[in-house]
């Protein structure tokens, strides 16, 4: 019998960032995150301000935005993909409650990377990947502060997923330091991470090399 070749092995979880759900000095956070993204590598800058006005959200936007591209990390405006074509982000997050995949495709075009909440349902994580998701997002997985969570996955759903899927998936909800490998063992293409890395004791630059150092030691 003919032996099968080796399933190439799964490259290393990647670090998400999100913003905090709110900035109160803009100019003070722009210099953390230039602090946060010197540190290691970051996939993704997740500018996620929910009580923001349209006018705080291009604000933040354009000053972020840059500092972030710069460092090759892409930008993705949570949830409205009308701001985040109009402020050269990089692509638009999306929940069950926003504006369906396929339409934000549309509005934001064929280049842009669309991701999309799928809280702890495969079948939802299906449907977005068949609308043509570029990632989908599973969570909340542990405790979290940072947004109120009522669906708790377990971490078996991302095996299944990995096994299973080719689009990427994301975890999400109360991933710290601590509990990040075991995130990425289970199957996660990426940890999204807020107050873990802007709330850390060290300050965030020692939050992303430590991300950074649990992540590739999962592997």
Known sequence: MARQPALPPRPPCQLYLITPPAIADLEAFAGLLEQALSAGPVAALQIRLKDASDDQIKTAAARLAPIAQA?????????????????????????????????????????????????????????????????VAFGAFFPTDTKQTTHRPELAELTIWQETMETPCVAIGG?????????????ADFVAVSAGVWKHADGPAAAVRAFNAVLESAF
Not at 83 to 110: F, S, Y
Not at 175 to 187: F, H, L
């Open 71 to 135: 460092h090759g990390v892409a930008v993705i405006l949570n949830d409205r993909p009308d701001l985040a074509k109009v402020t050269g982000c990089d692509g638009v997050h999306v929940g069950q409650d926003d504006t369906p995949v396929a339409e934000a495709r549309r509005i934001m075009g064929p280049d842009a990377m669309i991701g999309a909440t799928c809280h702890d349902s495969r079948h939802l994580g299906m449907e977005a990947a068949e609308a043509g998701a570029d990632y």
């Open 175 to 187: 991933i710290t330091v601590e509990n990040a490998a075991q995130v990425a063992a289970a199957g």
